[in-house]
C-alpha cells in the first residue's frame, strides 16, 4: 500500500533519506546532471544551468521532463531521473515559487502515457507527498494527483482507503484545505472509484461530498445530488436509500422528476414504479438507468417490505406482488436470499416462504418505536433473571432452621 495515514511519519522520514541520498552529490552538480540527461534524450533544454538560480532551473527541467516518457529511456532510468527533481524539489525554500514548481512537477506526472509509466509516476508522487512537510497545503494537490494517476492504472486502492484517514492526514496543513478543495478532491474520487468499479465507496465519498454544503448553498450541489441519486440507484448491491432523503442538496430537488423516482425505491412497492417508468420512459432512458435492472432491485425492494409485515408468504402473493411467473418465484426468492437482506426457508412442497429475520427499507420513527419496546422487554427480562439469580444466592443453604 503506497499511501497509509497511520505510518505517515515513518514514511515522511523513509521519503526524506530516499530522496537526500538519491545522488551523492550537492544540488548544483545534480542540477547539471539532470539538464544534462534531459538533453540526451530530446529534450529542448540548455546544459549551463541558469543564472536566475535554482528556482528557475528547476522551472526548466520540470517544462521538459515529460521529455523521457516518449524516449529510448527504461522505466528505471525514467523513475532515476523523476526522484533526482523530487530530491531537488525538497531543498528549495517554501514559498509561492515551490508551490507553483511542485503544481507543474504533479501536472506532468498525471501525463502519464502508459500503465507502466504510470505506476512509476504514482511511486514518485507518493515519495514527494512524503518527503514534503506535513504542514504544507501543497501536499494536498500532490494527493489529488496521486488520485488521478492511481484511478488511471487501476490502484486507486493503494491510495484511498476511507474519508476519515484522508480528511486526518489533509488537515495538517496550515492552513487546511478549503471546502471548495475538498468538495473538488471528493468529486474526483467519486468518479475514479466509480471507474474503477469500486461502487460501495464511491457511494460513500459521494454522501460524504453532499454533507459538506449547507442549506444556504444545497443549491450548487445540484450536479452532484443528481450524480448521487442515480448512482445509487443503479448500483445493484446497494439497497437501502433513505438516508438519501435527509441530505440537504438531496431535498433541494423536492418536487423534480429524480427526487420522485428516488422516493419509490425508498418506500414504495413495484407497482409504483411501473407506474412511474410508464409515465416517464424518457426520463428514465436519459439518466442512463437499465429499465430490466430497475425492476430486478424493486422486486427485491417489494419482497423486502412484504417481509417486514408477513412471516409467511405464499408463492402465488409472490407472483402477484412482483409480477412473476410460476416458474420463475423459487430462483427470485434464491436470488433474494443471496443478498441477505432476508433471512427465510423456502417449504417446496408447500409452496411457501417462512420469514426468519429482515433488513427494514427505511428506519424511521416507528422502526424506532419498535426497538425502544424490544431493548425494553430485555431490559425487564434481564432484571428478573438478576433478581431470580440474587434470591437464590441470599437463601440460606438447607432451609430455616427450627429452634
Not at 500500500?1 to 533519506?17: G, Y
Not at 412482483?322 to 436470488?335: D, P, S, Y
Request: glycine share 4%.
Amino acid at each position: 500500500m503506497l499511501f497509509s495515514p497511520s505510518a505517515a511519519a515513518s514514511q515522511h522520514t523513509a521519503a526524506v533519506m530516499s530522496v537526500y541520498t538519491f545522488l551523492e552529490i550537492d544540488v548544483n552538480s545534480q542540477v547539471e546532471e539532470l539538464r544534462a540527461y534531459l538533453k540526451e534524450v530530446g529534450a529542448e533544454i540548455a546544459v549551463e544551468r541558469s543564472p536566475k538560480g535554482l528556482e528557475d532551473d528547476l522551472h526548466k527541467i520540470i517544462g521538459v521532463c515529460d521529455t523521457a516518457f516518449s524516449s529510448e529511456a527504461t522505466e528505471p532510468e525514467v523513475e532515476a531521473l523523476l526522484n533526482s527533481i523530487v530530491s531537488v524539489l525538497i531543498v528549495v525554500p517554501v514559498g509561492d515559487k515551490t508551490e507553483s514548481l511542485i503544481l507543474a512537477f504533479c501536472e506532468k506526472l498525471a501525463k502519464a502515457p502508459s500503465n507502466r509509466l504510470g505506476h512509476v509516476c504514482l511511486r514518485v508522487l507518493n515519495l514527494l507527498f512524503h518527503a514534503l512537510p506535513e504542514n504544507l497545503g501543497v501536499r494536498y494537490h500532490v494527493y489529488y494527483t496521486m488520485v488521478q494517476v492511481s484511478g488511471q492504472i487501476g490502484q486507486i486502492q493503494a491510495v484511498y482507503q476511507c474519508a476519515e484517514r484522508m480528511r486526518s492526514t489533509l488537515n495538517t496543513a496550515q492552513p487546511p484545505p478549503s471546502t471548495e478543495q475538498m468538495q473538488q478532491l471528493l468529486r474526483l474520487l467519486h468518479q475514479t472509484l466509480l471507474a474503477n468499479k469500486i461502487s460501495e465507496d464511491a457511494s460513500k465519498v459521494m454522501i460524504e461530498l453532499l454533507g459538506t454544503y449547507t442549506t444556504e448553498n444545497a443549491s450548487q450541489a445540484r450536479e452532484d445530488a443528481h450524480r448521487c441519486i442515480i448512482a445509487s440507484l443503479a448500483d445493484p448491491t446497494t439497497y437501502i436509500m433513505d438516508h438519501l432523503l435527509t441530505l440537504k442538496p438531496v431535498k433541494f430537488l423536492e418536487g423534480e422528476l429524480i427526487h420522485d423516482l428516488l422516493t419509490i425505491f425508498v418506500s414504495e412497492k413495484l407497482p409504483g414504479y411501473i407506474h412511474f417508468y410508464n409515465n416517464h420512459k424518457e426520463f428514465i432512458s436519459s439518466l442512463g438507468l437499465d429499465h430490466e435492472a430497475n425492476v430486478r432491485k424493486m422486486r427485491l425492494l417489494t419482497f423486502m417490505q412484504m417481509a417486514e409485515s408477513q412471516s409467511e408468504m405464499s408463492f402465488e402473493v409472490i407472483m402477484q406482488e412482483l409480477q412473476l411467473g410460476a416458474e420463475e418465484v423459487e430462483g427470485f426468492i434464491i436470488e433474494a436470499l443471496k443478498t441477505k437482506l432476508v433471512s427465510a426457508r423456502m417449504d417446496q412442497s408447500q409452496h411457501k416462504v417462512f420469514v426468519s429475520s429482515r433488513v427494514h427499507r427505511t428506519f424511521g420513527r416507528n422502526q424506532w418505536q419498535a426497538l425502544h419496546e424490544t431493548l425494553t422487554g430485555w431490559r425487564t427480562n434481564l432484571t428478573l433473571v438478576k433478581d431470580s439469580m440474587q434470591a437464590i444466592v441470599t437463601a440460606p443453604i438447607g432451609g430455616s432452621k427450627k429452634e
